[in-house]
């Protein structure tokens, strides 16, 4: 775990320079684009923890419990913030995860644990999101049920899964591919991210194609 921290820092920072996460925290996020955000996890956890779930793989026996699945979560969350907004390049940089991952169940199911480590991470920032999230769509958390899947603190089941992880891959070989592979999970979610901000001001969260409103009057159709 300590070189999953060091080793994909360089990735997390790529991702972490995409405005998305700002805008959600700042309120700025159009909710359409965070239901699409949604429906992308929706995708990408539902692939993911079906091949880590079916594998034989002992490594990925000892460390996915079923209690980690967050995809009902997602479920329920998207059914409650209106409608999609999805971008051609959000869906296609989507796809190519799905893709990936598909490929390492065939072929390294054990590098698996790369991808799951970059999504239980998330929990741990999503402690900050769900009530930024909560402000801006005045939703309540029962809509917001994907970031409060390890109740108030996500801590606790964070260690379990570092425990697990570290005793399930104790060799360098194991170790290099899971790290390589939680690399290149942010990065294929990095394309996903700068997909889903397409089209927007990121100062404003304004869609770029919408209308100014009048600075001359409080009509926003510009009549006084």
Partial sequence: MSRLRTETRPAHDRIESVPFSMMMQEGKLPQSRFAAQMACWLTVHSQLEDAIAASETPACNVVWQSA????????????????????????????????WIATLADQDPEALLGPLYVLEGSKLGGTILRK??????????????????SGTSPMPDFKAF????????????QQDR???????????????????????????????????????????????
Avoid: N
């Avoid at 570092?162 to 070989?173: D, F, I, Q």
């Avoid at 770029?208 to 009549?223: N, T, V, Y």
């Fill in 178 to 224: 899971v790290v390589a592979a939680a690399s290149e999970m942010f990065d294929r979610l990095t394309d996903v991210l700068s997909g889903l901000i397409e089209g927007l001001d990121t100062e404003t969260g304004r869609f770029l194609d919408e209308p100014a409103a009048s600075s001359k009057g409080g009509c926003p159709l510009g009549f006084g």
């Fill in 132 to 149: 930024c999230l909560d402000e801006a769509y005045q939703c309540g958390p029962e809509a917001l049920s994907y970031f409060w899947a």
């Fill in 68 to 99: 980690m699945a967050r995809t009902s979560h997602l479920r329920h969350d998207l059914a409650c913030h209106g409608d999609v907004d999805m971008t051609a390049s959000a869906a296609t940089a989507t796809m190519g995860v799905v893709t």
């Fill in 162 to 173: 570092k425990e697990r992880m570290e005793s399930a891959l104790p060799t360098k070989e």
